[in-house]
């Protein structure tokens, strides 16, 4: 058994600093307190927290703990740690802040000595100044997540450096309806870094696919050897590309953020590595890895019911080193027979104001055609027409579904317009296992990565 | 007066082709027969429309028609252009599709015909293959626009070619609390191009800055003099990079692409135009351009709830050629003193989770810091804190706009997570005049297409 499962299921929990006052802390303790996970809150002037028997501290709790939450003030942190290793602990999660990352001395000390204990004792640590993890798996977390308003499980774990953008992470996705896995955010890393979260998601069955927001790494050769024998996909997104940003990094988690074309030329070199810029292309590719399966090869066929998109995304092809499907004579004189004469039969498929009537029959014949290896759909519907002819779009969308399983083919959907519309798309997500995005460029590289990727990995 | 009024300022109006069925124009017919805008339905099969009194032909209406909008087939738009000529009409607008971008022919010869008539009648066309215009000032349109669903009046003004896209760029437009002004689709243009778009625009004084989606220009020279001299800003679009793309726009509007080079040396050289590559982001620009200060200097102080944001905002505005500011003494101490211990009082400021305390008098030294030409506020909070301790967020963003007022100069929201926090700022964005955005990137490439704009048309 991997001594980081502790982090992710454990057996019993203590809260350290836990609290019924609005702050930081509060929601996670209710939380935790009232769910199946055996949480006892440590508070050193309170009996009770929300009707719970509170202890003044953890070495007074009457049965083991594995894993114990710190939420004290960072003066107090120290001390807590060194309760934990006498109590036998496995686990220590500190979200504290005030350490390092603030460039004084005494505080870079005390994360210094608590660093010291991690090396020494038989106890793991993650953080200090982070949120700790979440586990869509069994639900347990130790930040503010609400699994009950639309929280997929899914195939994608994120690691994070920073505590806000780890939440940031879990309600955008949430916004998309993209499923998540698990969550880590290693805030100043005394003890768990990247390195021990990437063994551990590299056994881990339920993540197929690993985003890393990176400010910057310790052990820069154990790093590289990790990132370079990973069986599956990770999209880094690393920060600190100019001085200005690597000042911003060490102030924020006190990370060196190192020179950035080391980084850059290293990401480049390892197949299925793969540097992102922005956080939603992140996880829009991320979800593409995660439902989709992935090309056989570079010929897209698209479906676009505007014009100018299906233009664009022709130019997009041809920039990521894509090709437009070259569609077979039999497809395009099926689509003919099937379509207005205004239409134009050939890649890509511009079914203009017909989508709703041409969409489906050409749909089959483009993911049964041999020269076609991905569909990009652009969806591109004014909401007023849906909404007045109340038309049904899930058809479509399970018609998506039967096909890519059929022909082993990914399909990609980029909605375009009101939000309305994209919510509508979003509804079926989960049930049909699609890939919803509203970025043509961000469907365009999936469809890159994912070629690439299987070229590299046939074999697993 | 401009002869383009007509399309944005009917006197009286015909709809030939208007049907009650289920079909494109349908929505357009039912809402100008109910409006202010003395709408006359012509179908020659039909005594009545909606209830209202249907011609054969537009001869037959006992009115003169200032602007006919036609919806007809294919086949039967010249013989209706022809009769709109004999009526007197000043203005046309075809949204019928099957001209020369079917690459047929016979489509090709009557679309020139139609050309013909243009050049040698006192009438002018808009078309064909589009969905006409829409005015947000008088609610006039000739598209399937909804006026009661939040579509804000604003500034921006949209030419588009495509039909579908500028119903997109409304729909999604509204979804974000943009705010538009004129929006002119062209399609074929056997007549009405750009060129005459941007002339009446140019002096369209609820006009503040244009968006162009661009497949391709007929009058080269004419439109480069056209773009040298106008006085606003205007962002462009212009697809056709590629080969594929740029057979992609023939078969869509039957526009030659042009050397994709000559467009982007050309735009390059001119102050006050700049070109884009993303839909969204050409949104989030025009609106940091409608409702802003443009920023006297280069230099950007940031607010910042996630220091990985604020991480990033650094790295990018280092690769964009403008400046982190470098805050006065005075307010780095000012800020110390409000804020906790473990906060950055340095630029970026990484408020973190205490945004909510230090945000406001944290944004009231920034703003009047003469070291200071804009401000970038990230916000990235997750929806849980403000959810559940029912935070007001409207104070701070009444706060931004009193601030801007009294400095003159700019802010930029980004907000970071769910739609839902998302939504909550966009509830007060027209309100306040605020500008939006989901994505740090765009807000920078907005303070600096708006600085540079202020530097080459600071006399206006």
Known sequence: MNDLDVFFNPKSIAIIGASESIKFGHSMTNYLL??????????????KIFGHEAYENIGEV???????????????????VKECVKKGVKGVIIESAGFSETGNATLSNIQSEIEDIAKNENIRIIGPNCVGVTNFMNKFTTTEINFEEAVERGKISVIAQSGVLGNIFVDWAASQKIGLNKIITLGNKVDVDEIDILDYLEKDQNTKVITLYLEGVKRGAEFIH??????????????????????????????????????????????????????????????????????????????????????????????MGLNLANLSKSTMEEISLIAPNWI????????????????????KLLMND??????????????????????????????????????????????????????????????????IMTQIDHALKAFKMMFDFGKSHNST
Chains 1, 2 share one sequence.
């Not at 009457?62 to 107090?76: F, R, S």
């Not at 134009?344 to 203009?352: H, T």
């Open 34 to 47: 009232n769910s199946q996970f055996k949480t006892f809150p440590i508070n050193i002037g309170k009996k």
């Open 62 to 80: 009457p049965e083991d703990i594995e894993l114990a939450i710190i939420v004290v003030n960072n003066e107090h942190v120290l001390q807590s």
């Open 226 to 319: 990790r990132m370079k024998s990973m069986s599956k996909p990770i999209l880094v997104m690393k920060n600190g590309r100019s001085n200005i940003g690597s000042k911003a990094i060490q102030s924020h988690t006190g990370s060196i953020a190192g020179n950035d074309k080391i980084y850059d030329s290293f990401f480049k070199q390892f197949k299925g590595i793969y540097r992102i810029n922005n956080f939603y292309e992140m996880f829009d590719i991320a979800n593409a890895f995660a439902t989709q399966f992935l090309p056989k090869g570079k010929n897209i066929a698209i479906t676009t019911s505007s014009g100018s998109l299906g233009a664009l995304a022709c130019d997009l092809i041809d920039k």
């Open 344 to 363: 134009s039969a050939r890649n890509p498929v511009d079914l203009g104001p017909s989508s709703f009537s041409t969409f489906r029959p050409s749909l």
């Open 370 to 435: 041999s020269n076609v290896d991905a569909l990009l759909n652009i969806f591109a519907v004014p909401k007023m027409p849906i909404k007045t002819y109340s038309i049904p779009i899930s058809p479509q969308l399970r018609d998506m579904k039967l096909l890519s399983r059929s022909t082993g083919k990914p399909i990609i959907t980029c909605v375009y317009g009101s939000r309305w519309v994209l919510d509508y798309f979003l509804k079926y997500s989960g049930k049909f296992s699609l890939s």
